[in-house]
């Protein structure tokens, strides 16, 4: 079901935890299934030099805030903020269909974490791009 790129950042994830003191800090959940994601940034030089993540959901849940902190780590802000939920599920060698939603679910805390900075900078938050449509009757967040 899971490729061995998701089961190995399920079982020893990378990026686990909080920044003190994070320059920004974004916040999602899934209400329908019950995923929740922290992911927090430190940024040098419009750089995020440093993406931590704490989620509470299933695996793929996990396996994504892993992969999105590792793709968004040493990349520009405007770079970042292009991450795609499609980038991360090809990052992780694919995820099941009803699974996709906790990927697209990484893409928008680490666009929350960017417009956290940005508000913080005194800046205008960037618009989020119309992220794919959830069919919630498919989405299912058991391992």
């Known amino acids: 079901m ?8 399920f079982k020893n994830p990378r990026n686990v935890g909080e920044i003190e003191n994070a320059d920004g800090v974004g916040e999602v959940g899934n209400p329908v299934c019950g995923d ?30 892993s992969m999105a902190t590792e793709l968004v780590t040493g990349k520009t802000l405007e770079q970042a903020w292009d991450l795609s939920n499609k980038a991360v599920v090809e990052a992780l060698n694919g995820l099941p269909p009803q699974k996709v939603h906790c990927s697209v679910l ?3 805390g680490i666009h929350k974490a960017i ?4 508000r913080k900078q005194g ?3 960037w618009v989020e791009k ?13 391992t």
Request: glycine share 4%; net charge negative.
């Open 36 to 65: 929740i994601m922290n992911i927090s940034i430190k940024v040098e030089n419009n750089i995020i030099t440093d993406a931590k993540f704490k989620t509470f959901g299933c695996g793929a849940a996990i396996a994504s805030s």
């Open 106 to 108: 990484a893409e928008e």
């Open 123 to 125: 800046l205008e938050p």
């Open 2 to 9: 899971y490729s061995d790129k998701v089961m190995d950042h």
């Open 130 to 142: 119309n992220l794919p449509a959830h069919d919630h009757e498919e989405m299912t967040c058991g």
């Open 115 to 118: 417009n956290d900075y940005r």
